[in-house]
């Protein structure tokens, strides 16, 4: 097959049961210019004999498996934007789905920005598999074509702030690589998100569906409590991050803290001191570490 215009990627970890409704999803594409990469993340259910029988069924799209020693989200997307072929490049988790047009949308919208250096990428809504209805977006707030252009750490002024459903220019994605701290799996995504906005980078926000989702139990959004207890340093560089933009000077006081405090609970004292406001980080030192203990206790109650 020629080379793709879109790379699907899905990373995946024991989801067998989600995965054939996201397959079916794909065979429904108005527009079949895409592969699906897969990065199997340790799974221990029969994702890998789906995949066997999925790959010799000929769907009319390129799948791409790869099984992985379980090393967590971030680390297999990482593997998948170094592996992906298409020129722009999506993130489709194992128990969404796309519409029927998803693909055709973005091969039609995706090159209005793509010549244009300011650019990464475009995105458009999310819904809720049930219902259909899309997730808390204000429609009145894009322009009369439809879109808002803005970084985002902009998206607060156009009511922006749900998940959304982002597509990236391949290469210029692949500056972007997630830091995971060792020893741990997790590093909000945000911190690559708003790196992007830093270095100037805006994304063209669509007002129109394309991705429909289902929150699972155990998934990463069902898991905050256990997430920060097993990676408490990648939190750590999501608060330290945020100390790059954030004006308000409550809002740095709360984010050099809670730097802190992660660090403490990632017995990474030393941290403290390499915060992106140090003398503010020293100065809350003694704040934190009784809000360390105080947190400690909150995650063993709710982990």
């Known amino acids: 097959m020629p080379t793709p ?33 897969v990065v199997d993340d340790g799974s221990s259910d029969n994702t890998k004999d789906l995949f066997g029988q999925w790959i010799k069924s000929a769907p009319g799209f390129t799948i791409t498996y790869v099984a992985v020693e379980n090393g967590g989200k971030n680390r297999a997307i990482n593997r998948g934007i170094r592996l992906a072929e298409g020129r722009y490049f999506i993130i489709l988790d194992s128990d969404d789905m796309l519409t029927a047009d998803a693909v055709e949308f973005i091969c039609q919208k995706m090159p209005e920005i793509e010549d244009n250096p300011n650019f990464i990428g475009i995105s458009s809504k999310r819904a809720d598999m049930s219902t259909g209805l899309p997730i808390g977006i204000d429609d009145r707030r894009y ?23 982002e597509v990236f220019i391949t290469d210029r994605l692949r500056k972007y690589e997630f830091t995971v701290w060792p020893g741990e799996k997790f590093t909000p995504e945000e911190v690559i998100w708003n790196q992007m906005a830093l270095d100037g980078y805006k ?48 809002k740095r006081v709360n984010a050099a803290m809670q730097y802190n405090v992660c660090c403490l609970l990632g017995r990474e004292w030393k941290q403290c001191f390499c915060c992106n406001s140090r003398w503010l980080g020293i100065a809350l030192l003694p704040v934190s570490l009784v809000m360390s203990r105080r947190r400690k206790s909150q995650i063993s109650r709710q982990a």
Not at 143 to 165: F, I, K, P
Not at 222 to 246: C, E, I, Q, V
């Open 5 to 37: 215009i879109l790379t699907i990627f899905t990373p995946t970890y024991n989801r067998a049961h989600t995965l054939p409704r996201l397959f079916e999803s794909l065979k429904k594409q108005t527009c079949m210019d895409f592969e699906w990469l």
């Open 143 to 165: 322009s009369e074509e439809g879109y808002v252009d803005c970084t985002n750490l902009e998206r607060a002024a156009y009511g922006l702030e749900r998940d959304m459903a």
């Open 203 to 250: 994304l063209r926000w669509y007002n129109k569906i394309t991705y429909l989702c289902e929150y699972q139990q155990g998934g990463l959004s069902d898991s905050t409590w256990s997430l920060l207890k097993n990676n408490p340093m990648g939190y750590a560089m999501m608060w330290n991050h945020r100390l790059l933009f954030y004006r308000n000077f409550k």
